[in-house]
């Protein structure tokens, strides 16, 4: 890699990092975004989509690109908003959301640490399981970050908590299944590379 990529590389690493920094500080500083952003929210599209957003996420690792996390990141963020507010919203839709709101805006207490503490060291334990190219650990950490999204909606929600699980676990099971599908396309392909490696050079050369 030249100076000149690398630098490049760089620059676009800072604009996501102030882009994400800049999204987070809009929403919590404003409470007209935070309003629109969570009445966009109501419509479960961007339920669907974000738990979709882990494969680009586990790609990006597994290829070691942190530009592509961090982009990642940012879709994940601010898919809340991707898609209108619906006319009409479920009461455990509406209820959950209250709930969520509520949460966001106590600040930094003692429950809201404790969940940024969870939020970022599943993306750290997520992102170093694919950089390390591990399947396996990987479909743990996603495993157990949906178990823990569930347990958590179901504790702070209570019954409201019950909308979000169809798409913690549908999420899992996509991300999971693409991952085995994955994992078996690779078995073919490590065997013919271990075969090759055993031709006599010689022979190849002729």
């Not at 969520?100 to 940024?116: C, F, T």
């Not at 209570?158 to 899992?172: K, V, W």
């Not at 073919?188 to 006599?200: E, M």
């Amino acid at each position: 890699m030249t100076d000149r990529h690398f630098l490049s590389g760089r620059i676009v690493t800072a604009l996501l990092l102030g882009a994400i920094a800049g999204f987070l500080a809009a929403l919590f500083a404003s409470d007209a975004f935070f309003d629109w952003a969570f009445a966009r929210h109501h419509n479960m599209l961007s339920w669907a989509v974000r738990p979709l957003l882990v494969l680009p996420f586990i790609f990006f690792a597994w290829r070691r690109n942190l530009n592509g996390i961090l982009t990642t990141i940012l879709a994940l963020l601010t898919s809340m908003f991707w898609f209108p507010a619906p006319a009409e919203t479920g009461p455990r839709v509406a209820d959950f959301l209250a709930m969520e709101q509520e949460r966001l805006r106590a600040g930094l207490d003692l429950k809201n640490l404790l969940g940024l503490a969870a939020v970022l060291a599943y993306g750290w334990a997520l992102a170093a399981a694919f950089w390390m190219r591990s399947l396996l650990i990987g479909g743990a950490v996603v495993v157990a970050g949906a178990a823990g999204k569930m347990v958590w909606s179901m504790i702070e929600g209570g019954e409201s908590g019950t909308a979000l699980l169809p798409f913690a676990i549908g999420g899992a099971v996509v991300v999971v299944a693409a991952l085995i599908l994955f994992a078996m396309r690779r078995k073919p392909l490590d065997r013919r590379h271990r075969h090759t490696d055993k031709i006599d050079p010689g022979y190849r050369a002729q």
